[in-house]
């Protein structure tokens, strides 16, 4: 055996197998093993999933959940809520001819100090004019706004991942034309402007 065959295999039998759950919000749900030398080196990488992953539901598939551990109790890594997309194919399938697609990009800060970026898109059942996607868009950023505000992170997380603020986002636009689908497409968690449990704090008292 060579002396690097080896210290591959010292190296792989030096390391101790994690298990990754999703935060509270998301059921706790186990995500699977990750290996590592340390506990601490574990903290800040980031785990991509899905949300049939979370919800057993082989429709959701569509939809990928990144999370981030930010704790390791043991041999579980907890983590914190770090962004969704819609894959690729999914989005692809939702465009079509002689349609309009409506987006909409905000930056957001959640009730107990979160600061995420939201991409939101509305797909119409035939072209519409530039006067009406101006109106979905504004009806796109005053809703999501409004449940940043009201809604802490994992509330918001919840709300927007299991189509809570897109079907809110539908229901009042459909007013202005004929929609097809209203989905928020993406998130992404930039910054966490305070800590969750001053800023809970500070709200409740506010």
């Known amino acids: 055996m060579s002396s690097k065959t080896k210290k591959v295999r010292d190296k792989w039998r030096s390391k101790s197998w994690y298990m990754i759950t999703a ?21 800040g990488r980031t785990i991509d999933s899905t949300l049939y992953d979370v919800t057993g539901d082989f429709s959701h ?5 990144y999370f981030q551990i930010n704790e390791v109790d043991g041999k579980t890594a ?7 997309e819609y894959s690729r194919d999914y989005l692809r399938s939702l465009v079509r001819r002689r349609t309009t697609k409506v987006d909409g990009l905000f930056n957001v800060n959640t009730k107990d100090g979160y600061n995420l970026r939201v991409a939101v898109s509305a797909f119409t059942l035939s072209r519409v004019k530039t006067s009406q996607e101006k109106v979905i868009r504004t009806i796109m950023k005053r809703i999501i706004k409004e449940k940043a505000t009201a809604l802490t992170m994992d509330q ?6 299991l189509g809570k603020i897109a079907s809110d986002i539908y229901n009042e636009a459909k ?6 689908h209203v989905g928020v497409r993406g998130s992404k968690l930039v910054l966490q402007l305070a800590q969750p449990k001053l800023a809970a704090e500070q709200a409740s008292s506010a």
């Not at 186990?30 to 290996?35: F, I, M, Q």
């Not at 918001?156 to 991942?161: C, G, H, K, N, R």
């Not at 007013?175 to 097809?180: E, G, V």
């Open 156 to 161: 918001f997380a919840q709300e927007m991942v």
């Open 23 to 43: 935060p509270p919000y998301f059921g706790n749900v186990e995500l699977g093993g990750v290996p590592a030398e340390e506990a601490e080196k574990l903290i």
């Open 78 to 84: 907890h983590t914190i809520f770090k962004g969704h």
């Open 61 to 65: 598939q569509y939809l990928k959940l």
């Open 175 to 180: 007013k202005i034309a004929p929609l097809r």
